[in-house]
Nanobody, 117 residues
Framework: QVQLVESGGGLVQPGGSLRLSCLAS????????MGWYRQAPGKERELVAF???????KYADSVKGRFTISTDNAKNTVYLQMNSLKLEDTAVYYC???????????WGQGTQVTVSS
């Protein structure tokens, strides 16, 4: 079992920055993949970025060059640094942990990001 707690969301103007954090209840190095997803009103949840415990990363085309995913294993935390935010980045952002060896995937409760002038 893994509990995930996101934080760092809020209201920001276009062009601004936010850093989201996802605190895991266990050593994230034991988790194969940690990812950030988002869901805007009326839309399906979509991948934003993920990072594996081997350090491989993947980003959605819409955030490449603006968002950066990183980990701090000592703090069991995954971060999403979001720069040059756009109106269309407004969504609830969710953290996800995938552990294929256990056949499990876990979600956090989400944190709201609103980009508005």
């Amino acid at each position: 079992q893994v509990q995930l707690v996101e934080s760092g969301g809020g209201l920001v103007q276009p062009g601004g920055s936010l850093r989201l954090s996802c605190l895991a209840s266990r050593n994230i190095f034991s988790i194969y993949l940690m990812g950030w997803y988002r869901q805007a009103p009326g839309k399906e949840r979509e991948l934003v970025a993920f990072i594996t415990n081997g350090g491989s990363t993947k980003y959605a085309d819409s955030v490449k060059g603006r968002f950066t995913i990183s980990t701090d294993n000592a703090k069991n935390t995954v971060y999403l640094q979001m720069n040059s935010l756009k109106l269309e980045d407004t969504a609830v952002y969710y953290c996800k942990a995938v552990i294929p060896s256990e056949g499990s995937a876990y979600w956090g409760q989400g944190t709201q990001v609103t980009v508005s002038s």
